[in-house]
C-alpha cells in the first residue's frame, strides 16, 4: 500500500536554527506530487510546498525548502532562521493517481 | 471572504441532536473535501466531490450525510452521532481531482464534541 512515514514524533529546536522534518514515502507510481502542510495549535491546515516528482530542483518557498532524494524516496522538510511561530504540527502528504494520503504528523516545538 | 472558511467553529451536541457543518471556497476549485482528525489518529479523508458529483465514500456511518449544492458550498448534516465521532473535522478545496499537482487548501475547521 502506498503510505508516508515521519519518522519523528516531536522534535525541539531552538530560535533562529535550522531544522530538518522527515518524510518519506512508498509509491510504485512513476508521477507523484508531494506536498508539506503545517497545522497550528488552531486547528487550520496551511498548505508550505509542493514537489513534483519528475521536479529536477527541489522545491524553496521563503524559509521552507524540501530536500528531495527520489532514489531513497524521501522528501523531508527544511525550515531554516526557526521562528516561535513554526510551533506546529507538520504534515507531509503524496498525491498519485486520485489518491491523497497524509503522514502521521511531526510537532515541531521552538525553544526562545 | 478568503480562501476557505467553515461555520461552526466549535460545536457541541447531544447524541440525539441534528446540526449540519457548513464549508464555502472561494478559490473558485472544482473538488471539495471533508476530512475527519481524531486526536492520536492520521487524517481520514470522509468524502470527496468533483464537479458538484459526490466521487468517494471512505465507508462512512450513514449518519454523516453530505451535500454539495454547487462547487463553492459543502455541509455535512450529523444526526444521532456517537461520542467517539468527537474530532475536528476539516474541509477542504482543490482545482479538482486529478493530477498530481492538484493542491488541497483548507479550512480552519470545525471542533466537534458530542456528549
Known amino acids: 500500500a502506498q503510505k508516508i512515514t515521519q519518522t519523528q514524533p516531536g522534535m525541539f529546536v531552538q530560535e533562529k536554527e535550522a531544522v530538518t522534518l522527515d518524510c518519506t514515502y512508498d509509491t510504485s507510481d512513476p508521477s507523484y506530487g508531494l506536498f508539506w502542510y503545517k497545522q497550528p495549535s488552531s486547528g487550520e491546515m496551511i498548505f508550505l510546498i509542493y514537489?513534483?516528482?519528475?521536479?529536477?530542483q527541489n522545491a524553496t518557498e521563503g524559509r521552507y525548502s524540501l530536500n528531495f532524494q527520489k532514489a531513497r524516496k524521501s522528501a523531508n522538510l527544511v525550515i531554516s532562521a526557526s521562528q516561535l511561530g513554526d510551533s506546529a504540527m507538520y504534515f507531509c502528504a503524496m498525491t498519485y493517481g486520485q489518491n491523497f494520503v497524509f503522514g502521521p504528523g511531526t510537532r515541531l516545538s521552538v525553544l526562545p | 471572504e478568503t480562501g476557505v472558511t467553515q461555520t461552526p467553529r466549535h460545536l457541541v451536541m447531544g447524541m440525539t441532536n441534528k446540526k449540519s457543518l457548513k464549508c464555502e471556497q472561494h478559490?473558485?476549485?472544482?473538488?471539495m473535501y471533508w476530512y475527519k482528525q481524531s486526536a492520536k489518529k492520521p487524517l481520514e479523508l470522509m468524502f470527496v466531490y468533483n464537479f458538484k458529483e459526490q466521487t468517494e465514500n471512505n465507508s462512512v456511518p450513514s449518519r454523516f450525510s453530505p451535500e454539495c449544492p454547487n462547487s463553492s458550498h459543502l455541509f455535512l448534516h450529523l444526526h444521532t452521532l456517537q461520542p467517539e465521532d468527537s474530532a475536528l473535522y476539516l474541509c477542504a478545496s482543490s482545482q479538482s481531482r486529478t493530477g498530481v499537482t492538484d493542491t488541497q487548501y483548507f479550512g480552519p475547521g470545525t471542533r466537534l464534541t458530542v456528549l
Open positions: 478559490l473558485g476549485h472544482n473538488a
Open positions: 514537489q513534483g516528482s519528475y521536479d529536477q
